[in-house]
């Protein structure tokens, strides 16, 4: 059994004996705090602590940390306070338990949110000090490995988590040793059976490939030697969900993947990994598009290392990795390399950069946190965001920015800084103006243009890849949404409140403290709100704010007197839609209807939908048509025209000649000699329509012309 003293003994290779102390005095202190308690297996509850921490002394992990692995369960499962930690063993100790313990339960309806808020707070706690997340690793691995006392029904749901949130955290702060352990216990856990077949085949593929592996690493070390080269040429073995995941996700076959024979190279320095690339490259032919330098342009976590594929004797698939001690260090420790430098009071460029782009990546996850509507939101966000395939694009500067597969321009706009994402109207890729949904390669260089006046547009949420960009844009929309509401809001207010010769400016600060204690609303700004978003009406609101100042109803004064009909643009946003079912135009007479959450859509007056809410005249407004409105809309024509060749190429012709935008066209067979063409348009104004129609006419082969919607 594995003791404190086994665990002062693995110490005294990196630690000075004072900080040893420390470890061992909060390791008795555990101890006691924990007497009588006992884990699932039955051992004494102190043996967990104690392996985390060893765990972490593996890592090269400092004092400090080791001390929180000790006492990370203190908090929560005796009497201890965080006050009394923090006078035993130092705030910086008591902090990290604080952030590590697990959370006081909290009553929520749904395990999802209780897990979700959880991480959310483990976040603010990362955000404090980084390795909050190192010992929490720690602590999550052993509990898999212990996981064999648990109900099945509760294995399943400790695995699923660790795959799905710990083990890409792991990944993406670069410790490879912890991730590669919790994805391969989260199998065995979720999917026993397949993980013991996978294991079996693992052991008898490496039994009759043992000579062909020996055979090739000898023929490596041989060359580097004769080249003079320092290198040490090791096996690298595939895990088991790795194996499970390629067989599953590109259907090959077992024989298939373990035909691909591993091998990494660890050398002195980085001019030696170029010079043992040249000499790999020379003895076996390389697979071409297959070289990745990770050297040159690290990944997210750190990762460092030259990746290149082989053709072997016989066409047999090598791949080989080529890296020096340093970045081996990083590749299995990652962030965790930060301290092991530390340790030896000496700074380290790569596990420097490491911690940087950890410290980067947690204040991201800080701003996702502030944008998201919700818990669930946020931890899908983070899912979502988690260790992607990486792409490397250039800005107009000739910065790197790291992005993942599939990202976009407005991805990488988002990237850049919130604001340029918001500003967002176009781009350029390589000079060469692109969409805006136009997916990103490595090498490319963006330049982005930004207009003061931009907004997001709700149509990016269906291609944007990362999780910034994302609750980016549902931030700034429901942003947008809330103003505009505001606005229209007040609009409709003041026209009811017109009818009495008054506006809300004019009416004293006492009605309306009244009015929203009723309502249970907290300010002016949210009355508005609900007004422009139709959950209340502006005439009853109006009412009864007359009611509240004068004590009396205001019938009897001047009802009919009207104060117009509201002006609108095109441009409104999000809270005044127009109606699909009738695609009104400038220049129809519009009447507006309001819908409760979408505020008023606008419907031309003679709409068939229209029927039923003419007997509810509160919701409805009276409309006219701004002077100055720039924007186009769209309309839907039907024609019954005769079957030709190149019908297609004339109407798109006629139209675009006549300034217009065909949005969406669609054939219909009627007989042998006619079709119906169900045409939408992208149009100025009815004056604009009737002139095309016009011209629509007048092609010899057009019998009947339909503007749908009436």
Request: charged share 25%.
């Amino acid at each position: 059994m594995f003791t404190i003293d086994d665990l002062a003994d693995r110490l005294g290779s990196y630690l000075p004996q004072s900080e040893i102390q420390q470890v061992k005095r909060a390791f008795y202190y555990a101890e006691q705090a924990h007497d009588g308690q006992r884990r699932r297996s039955g051992e004494p509850y102190v043996t967990h602590p104690l392996a985390v921490a060893n765990i972490l002394a593996n890592m090269h992990m400092d004092h400090q940390s080791l001390m929180a692995a000790m006492l990370h369960d203190v908090i929560e499962d005796t009497g201890v306070s965080k006050e009394a930690l923090a006078k035993q063993f130092g705030k910086p100790v008591a902090e990290l338990v604080d952030g590590v313990s697990k959370l006081t339960q909290i009553a929520f309806e749904d395990k999802a949110v209780a897990q979700a808020e959880n991480f959310q707070k483990m976040v603010l706690a990362m955000s404090r000090d980084i390795r909050v997340i190192i010992v929490k690793l720690a602590d999550r691995l052993h509990n898999m490995r212990t996981l064999g006392a648990l109900r099945p029904e509760k294995k399943r749901r400790i695995a699923r988590e660790t795959l799905e949130i710990y083990a890409r955290i792991a990944s993406r702060l670069g410790i490879n040793t912890i991730r590669v352990e919790l994805e391969d216990l989260s199998f065995q856990a979720l999917h026993p059976m397949r993980a013991e077949r996978i294991k079996r085949a693992v052991s008898s593929a490496r039994g009759h490939r043992r000579s062909a592996i020996r055979q090739i690493q000898t023929t490596l070390q041989q060359s580097l030697d004769d080249e003079a080269l320092p290198g040490t040429v090791v096996g690298r073995q595939k895990h088991l969900l790795s194996i499970y995941k390629k067989m599953r996700d590109q259907r090959k076959s077992f024989t298939e993947i373990m035909d691909v024979f591993g091998f990494r190279i660890i050398t002195e320095d980085v001019d030696s990994c170029y010079r043992i690339l040249g000499v790999v490259h020379n003895l076996y032919k390389p697979v071409p598009g297959r070289f990745k330098d990770y050297i040159a342009i690290p990944k997210a976590n750190g990762y460092q290392s030259l990746h290149t594929s082989l053709f072997g004797s016989g066409g047999m698939p090598i791949e080989v990795q080529i890296r020096t001690r340093e970045m081996e260090a990083m590749a299995n420790n990652g962030i965790a390399a930060h301290w092991l430098y530390k340790a030896g009071q000496t700074q380290h460029p790569i596990a420097e950069g490491s911690h940087a782009r950890a410290r980067s990546w947690i204040k991201g996850l800080l701003e996702m946190q502030r944008h998201a509507g919700d818990s669930l939101e946020f931890i899908e966000h983070v899912k979502n965001d988690l260790f992607p395939d990486d792409i490397y694009v250039f800005t107009s500067k000739g910065d790197i920015m790291e992005l993942p597969q599939g990202a976009t321009v407005i991805d990488f706009a988002y990237a850049v800084h919130t604001d340029i994402g918001n500003g967002t109207i176009a781009c350029r890729i390589d000079r060469h103006l692109a969409p805006l949904s136009t997916r990103l390669e490595s090498g490319q260089t963006l330049d982005i243009i930004t207009a003061p006046g931009a907004r997001p547009n709700l149509a990016w949420l269906n291609f944007v890849a990362t999780a910034k960009a994302r609750s980016a844009i549902r931030h700034a929309l429901k942003h947008q949404k809330h103003t505009e509401a505001v606005q229209l809001g007040r609009r409709l207010l003041n026209k009811s409140l017109a009818q009495f010769e008054t506006s809300l400016e004019e009416l004293p600060e006492g009605p309306l403290a009244v009015l929203l204690a009723e309502l249970g609303l907290k300010n002016v700004e949210a009355l508005l709100e609900s007004i422009g978003l139709g959950t209340r009406i502006a005439h009853l609101v109006g009412r009864r704010l007359l009611d509240l100042q004068h004590g009396e109803s205001p019938a009897g004064k001047n009802e009919s007197r009207a104060h117009g009909p509201i002006l609108i643009s095109g441009a409104e946003g999000m809270v005044i839609k127009f109606a699909r079912c009738c695609h009104p135009l400038p220049g129809d007479p519009v009447i507006g209807h309001l819908s409760v959450g979408k505020g008023i859509v606008v419907h031309r007056t003679e709409c068939r939908n229209l029927g039923e809410l003419k007997n509810d005249p509160d919701k409805l407004f009276a409309l006219e048509w701004s002077d100055d409105i720039a924007e186009d809309f769209p309309v839907a024509l039907r024609l019954e025209v005769e079957s030709r060749r190149g019908l297609v190429a004339e109407l798109a012709g006629l139209v675009t000649d006549a300034e217009a935008n065909i949005e969406r066209i669609g054939i219909e067979e009627r007989d042998a000699r006619l079709v119906t063409v169900n045409l939408t348009l992208s149009v100025r104004n009815r004056i604009h329509l009737a002139r095309i129609i016009k011209r629509l006419r007048n092609l010899p082969h057009v019998e009947r012309i339909t503007r749908l919607g009436n």
